[in-house]
């Protein structure tokens, strides 16, 4: 990633303009809006804004981007302006904590959540297994949305993700700006209901632009350069998660160590299950509707796990450096991932597991499980 020069905030000068606009101080407004353009001269919003101040020292202005100019760009740069100060009157509670992450391991320092519905991706800092609000920035999304289906829809997915890689601007085409961090769309949960595509990223933008309209990518996630600078230092290759959702929920502290003890209690349970060798025991953990990575159905994949264990007499698992979320958009689908060590007699083996719980009724099912 490049680096960049330390410069002011642009959305806090865009809300002091609107401050002092509100306040009727027209010339405060256009000092600062001076100062905007000024410090990002490719801030084109920033450039439409102070043509609206210029314009109203000759006539009333009514609406954002009353200048002559291209309709459609200028309705971009009105919707661009509307997400930005909606987001920054609407920040997050600090008391308040995103649902969708219910516990991250203890080596994971950072989670990211993309907030499609606001135009935002928020930064939380985990600490001694609580989420702290750090920053968040505005960022666009593909041109159709969210829900990404197929190749070429131009959607962004919806999921949790990780970030693979780390790509710097100086091996990308300009597009893609300062830089780029590719996520492992398709995951294997994508990949199981059909969906297609590759190549989603968070990126920058070209130089010739300081941000993009808020629906304007074929599926990536974008921020301006600086902020993907600054974000890039919160990420770690293959650690830090993604959540992309279409809208973020907040809950209160209780209510989220209420749900987090529902994905242990129900990830214990599945080990008890697992250890008393019962095969009615563990098939009751299991969905009707359960595909496994090969698409094989729940009785053929019973039936292979079964004959696996043989005539083992006795096993012990151990279950550590556990992560739960609840699936973006859903209250209905918990995605565990955890390390299961394995002891039959003398032997051990590890490995990394991921399990997609939903509820049917009032019980919790597996309806997909993968060794990663």
């Not at 959305?11 to 002091?16: D, M, T, V």
């Not at 102070?50 to 202005?61: Q, T």
């Not at 291209?70 to 997400?83: G, T």
């Not at 595909?291 to 151990?318: F, I, P």
Request: net charge positive; proline share 5%.
């Amino acid at each position: 990633m490049q680096a960049v020069a330390s410069k002011p905030d642009p959305e806090a000068l865009l809300i002091e303009v609107y401050r002092e606009l509100g306040a009727n101080h027209l010339r405060k407004a256009l000092e600062k809006a001076d100062q905007l353009v000024e410090a990002y001269p490719n801030f084109r919003l920033g450039h439409l804004i102070r043509g609206d101040l210029l314009l109203m020292h000759s006539r009333p202005v009514s609406t954002l981007g009353a200048v002559i100019g291209p309709e459609d760009k200028l309705k971009n740069l009105r919707e661009e302006a509307m997400v930005r100060l909606k987001s920054l009157r609407e920040r997050p509670d600090p008391d308040l904590i995103p649902r969708q992450v219910l516990q991250l391991r203890e080596d994971q320092k950072h989670v990211l959540l993309v907030d499609a519905k606001r135009s935002r991706l928020y930064v939380y800092a985990h600490q001694a297994g609580q989420l702290k609000l750090v920053t968040d920035y505005y960022i666009s999304q593909g041109k159709y949305g969210v829900n990404k289906l197929r190749e070429g829809d131009q959607k962004t997915p919806v999921g949790i993700y990780y970030i693979t890689s780390r790509l710097s601007g100086t091996r990308l085409p300009d597009f893609y700006g300062s830089g780029a961090l590719p996520i492992n769309y398709p995951n294997e949960w994508d990949k199981l209901n059909g969906r297609s595509g590759s190549g989603i990223w968070l990126h920058g933008t070209p130089s010739d632009s300081f941000s993009r309209p808020p629906l304007s990518s074929d599926g990536c996630v974008v921020l301006t350069n600086p902020d993907l600078y600054r974000l890039s230092s919160s990420v770690e290759i293959g650690k830090t998660p993604v959540v992309i959702s279409e809208s973020i929920d907040f809950v209160n502290k209780t209510k989220w160590e209420n749900d987090r003890a529902v994905a242990a209690r129900i990830l214990d349970g599945w080990r008890q299950d697992i250890e008393s060798l019962n095969p009615l025991r563990i098939a009751q953990n299991y969905s009707r509707q359960f595909k496994s990575d090969r698409g094989e159905d729940l009785d053929a994949w019973l039936g292979k796990h079964q004959q696996s264990l043989g005539k083992v007499k006795a096993l012990k698992l151990t279950l550590r450096d556990m992560t739960h979320f609840f699936y973006p958009g859903r209250d209905d689908m918990i995605v565990s991932t955890f390390t299961q060590e394995t002891l039959v007699g003398k032997n051990r083996s590890t490995l990394r597991k991921r399990q997609y719980w939903t509820k049917e009724g009032a019980t919790w099912k597996v309806v997909h499980e993968v060794n990663l």
